[in-house]
């Protein structure tokens, strides 16, 4: 299609937006393909009411992370190509845990409390609040908190975590790869000795079914070396660097931190906000034309959403208007920075909630829009 413009409109999407007048973006594959902003007099969230299926959700986790809750994986959305699941493990539970192989998929930790280590047959990782955790398919491992500690994980069924195209930007945006940690097997070796941990059992999930194989010694000792590009590893978000634009708004996209199979997770990070007196500061009003957007509220100050804290989890699925909260156009005016954590899961794909989420939901919060 040429482009084309009618109308008020501006030359450079999220800037020079008329006073009074809100910009809505409309574009496909994930702010990657075909776009236009349309220049309205009223914000596309002005609804009085929401019938049907494309309601917004906000869940909040906090209520599933008590000490006495079970150590399991609680799925909370899915689809044939990921499942997102809440974790809570103390050094309680962990104590009396089994090892852990997920046939079904390659699994991401992030961690949202606590720390620990990480054994694996490659050895010893650690990880503490703010660390992803990428465990390959079928890599056996097992989590030993130093005290309680709270996940999101996302399970890619479909395909393998990748590092995002970066193109002209080079493969050391956003993230340097030499921010991986590699699996120190020296280290996991003394650990074991001096701790007297033997784990003699590696339960395996396959079609959500769990298998258990039981041992005569422990499942980490007899692995005496290793060589390759498939083992577990972690990065933590002090080791990211958010793409910035003094001038414009950048979309979501530019903080895409891992792709796989019809989904893509991105990280949002402190960062400063735009300069220029008319640029857009806070997100723009869109869509999600072709994806469904998860957000897991991690740490800091949500500016551009009211009433939800760290823990939460939101469901925007595609279809449904979306933007900033009203308090947020005020309130933006008077910071220099975001000063906020979270991790976005857009799958391409339809969402299903599973019914743990049910007695988590806040159910006014579709109307957190409303003035």
Request: charged content about 20%; proline content about 7%; glycine content about 6%.
């Amino acid at each position: 299609m040429f482009h084309h413009t009618q109308g008020l409109h501006t030359t450079q999407g999220h800037k020079g937006i008329p006073d009074g007048c809100f910009e809505e973006e409309q574009g496909r594959k994930g702010f990657s393909g075909p776009v236009s902003h349309l220049i309205k007099s009223k914000p596309s969230t002005r609804w009085t009411q929401i019938e049907g299926p494309l309601r917004p959700h906000l869940y909040d986790l906090v209520k599933l992370n008590k000490p006495q809750v079970k150590s399991d994986w609680i799925r909370l959305m899915y689809n044939n190509d990921v499942a997102m699941y809440n974790f809570l493990i103390t050094p309680t539970t962990a104590s009396k845990s089994h090892s852990y192989r997920n046939a079904d998929g390659e699994t991401l930790y992030f961690c949202h409390k606590g720390e620990g280590v990480v054994l694996t047959e490659y050895g010893m990782l650690k990880y503490n609040k703010g660390t992803y955790i990428l465990i390959p398919k079928c890599v056996h491992h097992n989590i030993v908190p130093q005290n309680d500690s709270h996940f999101f994980i996302v399970e890619s069924r479909t395909g393998s975590y990748r590092e995002p195209d970066r193109g002209m930007v080079g493969r050391n945006a956003f993230y340097d790869t030499q921010a991986f940690k590699i699996p120190n097997l020296e280290e996991q070796t003394n650990w074991l000795k001096a701790h007297k941990n033997i784990y003699c059992e590696i339960h395996v999930k396959r079609n959500d079914l769990i298998t258990q194989f039981k041992y005569e010694d422990c499942v980490y000792t007899d692995v005496l070396g290793w060589k390759g590009d498939y083992f577990p590893t972690t990065i933590h978000v002090d080791d990211m660097m958010p793409m910035l634009s003094a001038r414009v708004h950048l979309p979501p996209s530019a903080h895409c931190t891992f792709v796989s199979h019809n989904f893509v997770i991105c990280t949002f990070l402190p960062r400063p906000l735009e300069s220029d007196a008319d640029a857009l500061k806070v997100p723009f009003y869109h869509q999600n034309i072709d994806y469904d957007e998860v957000i897991f509220y991690h740490d800091g100050d949500f500016f551009s959403r009211d009433n939800l804290h760290p823990g939460c989890l939101s469901f925007h699925p595609a279809g449904f208007p979306h933007g900033p909260h009203p308090k947020a156009m005020e309130k933006v005016k008077s910071q220099t920075h975001t000063q906020e954590y979270a991790v976005m899961v857009d799958t391409w794909n339809p969402l299903n909630i599973d019914s743990n989420m049910n007695p988590l939901e806040v159910n006014e919060y579709w109307k957190s829009w409303q003035k």
